[in-house]
């Protein structure tokens, strides 16, 4: 759209001054959560759901978000692919855990197409109808999933729905891309070759 290269020294510009805002905003959401832990057990109010966030686990979890991250972009992999199964195993709350990562999905998404429409690559039918139906799928499922609680009152099945979740993607990301491959090989494009940075 606005027509940068990849390898420019705006679009570096652009990276640096996102990663500083990324790490000031790190610090400052680690320093909030260690001081609102701090008052929740001086007064004894701290949850099942909080006890695995403690000085000593902070530097696990904060290198756990990061590989996740890195591990989600060069995958194109969606936020609660990784999160999900990363916070159920950390003992997190199942309700909790669906939350997160759908805010968490928002800003990888948000980041993802913000790249693609500085490069000039967003393809603006296609992510309004996309934006459109999971807009609706969100509402149907949060739903669903009150309902269900409301009925049964076991977080437990939102875990299984995360992981039913997880094994659909898992499908479709295995089926999309043997069919790109078989695509490309078809047109006589080396599949072991990748893209230039710049």
């Known amino acids: 759209m606005i027509g940068l290269s990849t390898c420019g020294w705006q679009s570096w510009s652009i990276l640096a001054v996102f990663i500083i805002i990324c790490a000031i905003t790190n610090f400052y ?12 057990e001086k007064f004894g109010c701290l949850h099942e759901s909080e006890k695995y966030l403690t000085r000593r686990n902070l530097p696990f979890l904060l290198g756990l978000a990061f590989i996740s991250a890195f591990i989600g972009q060069i995958f194109g992999l969606g936020g609660g692919f990784i999160y999900g199964p990363m916070l159920l195993m950390l003992g997190v709350n199942p309700i909790v855990v669906s939350s997160t990562c759908l805010y968490l999905i928002i800003f990888s998404g948000g980041a993802s197409m913000f790249m693609f429409l ?3 690559k967003l393809n603006w039918t296609y992510t309004l109808w996309l934006a459109l139906f999971t807009g609706l ?14 009925q049964y009152k076991r977080p437990s099945l939102v875990a299984f729905a995360l992981a039913l979740a997880i094994i659909i993607s898992i499908g479709f990301s295995i089926f999309g891309s043997v069919r790109s491959l078989k695509v490309q090989v078809a047109n006589d494009i080396d599949i072991m070759q990748g893209d230039p940075i710049c």
């Not at 959401?29 to 929740?40: F, R």
């Open 29 to 40: 959401n680690v320093k909030t959560i260690l001081s609102e832990l701090a008052l929740k």
């Open 118 to 120: 500085v490069f000039g």
């Open 137 to 150: 799928g969100v509402i149907l499922g949060l739903f669903v999933i009150k309902r269900v609680m409301k």
